[in-house]
């Protein structure tokens, strides 16, 4: 029987990168995932003839751009196209605002509702790419320990605190409000009309059970707001061949460096003898050994699911337990026959090739936020929508088009139960189309094809637990060296040679390829295989 070095558990984009980066290192490595697809919530799938989806994840921005250039992605069909526009309609009779990469002509559009937040909307960008700079320090190496005096570890500290240092006062006043304040009183620092205040709080909400003015969710607007494309700040962009494109350039990469890769190939339980993870038991039966295992499944279908509870100790059973997911986002993938026409900025132009975002007032996204807390399903939910057909052609027939809606709020835990989703997956799919035809009239008249993909879905189907996008949220206690359970950040877990490397782990969620980077460096540098 074969042993290898590493088995990585989920073929996800992170435990691609981890297979990779560990197959560079000269190291035998084997990828097990269960579905018949490569990429995890990363994935491209043709589920109506002719039409490619990026099934869950639809958008990209935060994957680092040196694990592109280490593992030669681009090489093996890394390709992501620059998003043009963020388009905000209306129903108030004005032709909405676009916010576009070209700065004069985003300053003209904002200006028609404020001369001052056109003004300062320059200053914005530049405070947050500024710190967007300085948490490049935080996401681009491992969280550090605090409670240790490992040399590592001081050096590690040391590091952050030379970054933070060089922010300067101003910008570390910044952070510290940043961190602290909810996203739309943070943003009202600057801007104060609400037809920009809406879109641009809901960054801030995406993937959390919290609504725009819940305190710390202005971190999670900065999540989404430092990403990175060819060097430029602030951009986000659809991967060529949908979401599924990132995830089977980082596939061929590890095989290129010589990682073996199974799909269909479920991971039942993870195999221990003497407290040590030495290989998995698969859904069928077959038992395959390793010297380490790596799971790029969430903490709690790994160590709660595969180890089982019996097998930890009860401290970190308690943090594990308390480590909130609570999914609250769905997803409505639509196969159209044209293009949706929006009633506020009638026919063909750029404005349809970016975000499409529908929130319309703080107001409209505290209700939705207010439905959700009560275990219900936002009546009128915050979308963002893209047509990634108008850049890519290839993804639909000519003439056809793909439109991919995320949804918020979507709760998990429905009143009547979680279990009761099935039931009402349909009606959530109606609302979500309902409440996109208010502002494009012909949009149902197009529909081919509709996916409607719930929290409940996304949870059977992806394998993340309560549906959370981020295999945990995104919330200041669960972030750095409390993710997922304090004392435990740095992919070690208290089972000996078991690893983690997902967005369950340090930094987060998100297509961002960290998890799976730094697992396998940190690996490597404990020598563990």
């Known amino acids: 029987m074969t042993k290898y070095d590493a088995i990585i558990v989920g073929g996800g984009h992170n435990g691609l990168v981890c297979a990779a980066y560990l197959a560079k290192a000269g190291k035998s490595v084997l990828v097990l995932e269960k579905r ?29 751009p040196h694990i592109i250039r280490e593992l030669e992605l681009a090489k093996h069909g890394y390709e992501v196209i620059p998003m043009d526009c963020t388009f905000t309609p209306s129903l108030n009779g004005d032709p909405g605002l676009a916010r576009w990469a070209d700065a004069s002509l985003t300053r003209r ?18 405070a947050m790419t500024a710190i967007s700079k300085f948490t490049k320090d935080v996401i681009d190496y491992p969280a550090p320990d605090i409670t240790s005096y490992h040399p590592r570890e001081l050096k590690n500290l040391m590091r952050l605190g ?12 910044l952070n510290t409000k940043l961190l602290t304040m909810s996203a739309v ?55 060529k061949g949908g979401t599924g494109g990132i995830s089977m350039a980082c596939a061929r990469a590890a095989e290129s460096f010589g990682a073996e890769i199974r799909t269909e190939a479920g991971v039942e339980s993870i195999k221990m003898k003497n407290g040590r993870a030495i290989g998995v038991v698969l859904e069928n039966g077959d038992e395959i050994e390793a010297k380490i295992v790596v799971s790029n499944a ?62 319309p007032s703080i107001n409209y996204l505290e209700k939705a936020y207010d439905d959700a807390k009560y ?28 439109m991919s809606c995320f949804v918020q709020y979507a709760p998990y835990h429905l009143k009547e139960g979680a279990d009761t989703w099935p039931g009402r997956r349909e009606e959530f799919g109606d609302t979500v189309v309902n409440t996109l035809a208010e502002y494009m009239p012909n949009l149902k008249d197009l529909i081919l094809y509709r996916q409607v993909l719930t929290p409940w879905d996304l949870e059977k189907t992806f394998g993340l637990t309560e549906g959370n996008i981020f295999q945990g949220e995104l919330s200041l206690e669960q972030l750095l060296f409390q993710r997922p359970v304090a004392g435990w950040s740095s992919y070690q877990t208290p089972i000996k040679d078991l690893w983690l490397c997902g967005s369950g782990t340090h930094p987060g969620g998100g297509i961002i390829g960290s998890g799976g980077e730094l697992s396998a460096r940190t690996i490597l540098r404990s020598r563990a295989i």
Not at 377 to 390: G, K, N, Q, R, Y
């Open 298 to 359: 969430d903490p709690n279908r790994t160590m709660l699911g595969m180890v089982g509870e019996r097998n930890l100790p009860e401290d970190y059973v308690i943090g594990l337990k308390r480590f909130k997911y609570r999914g609250s986002s769905g997803k409505v993938n639509l196969a159209l026959d044209g293009l949706p026409d929006f009633a506020c900025r009638p026919g063909f132009g750029g404005h349809l090739k970016g975000d499409i975002t529908i929130a």
């Open 36 to 64: 018949h697809v490569l990429g995890g919530a990363a994935v491209s799938e043709e589920l109506y003839p002719g039409f490619t989806f990026s099934v869950a994840s639809y958008v990209v921005s935060l994957f680092r």
């Open 109 to 126: 559009e904002v200006s028609r509702f404020s001369r001052k937040d056109a003004e300062v909307y320059g200053e914005f960008a530049i």
């Open 162 to 173: 030379e970054a933070v240092k060089k922010l300067g006062p101003e910008m570390m006043h």
């Open 375 to 402: 275990g219900n399903f936002s009546e009128h939910p915050f979308i963002d929508c893209v047509i990634p057909t108008l850049t890519d052609p290839s993804l639909a027939p000519p003439g056809k088009h793909i």
């Open 185 to 239: 009183d943070f943003l009202s620092m600057w801007f104060e009309s609400e037809r920009l205040l809406a879109p641009m709080s809901v960054s801030g909400i995406i993937g959390t059970f919290q609504g725009v003015r819940s305190p710390g969710t202005a971190y999670v607007l900065l999540h989404h707001y430092m990403g990175e494309l060819d060097g430029a700040y602030r951009s986000w962009g659809f991967s």
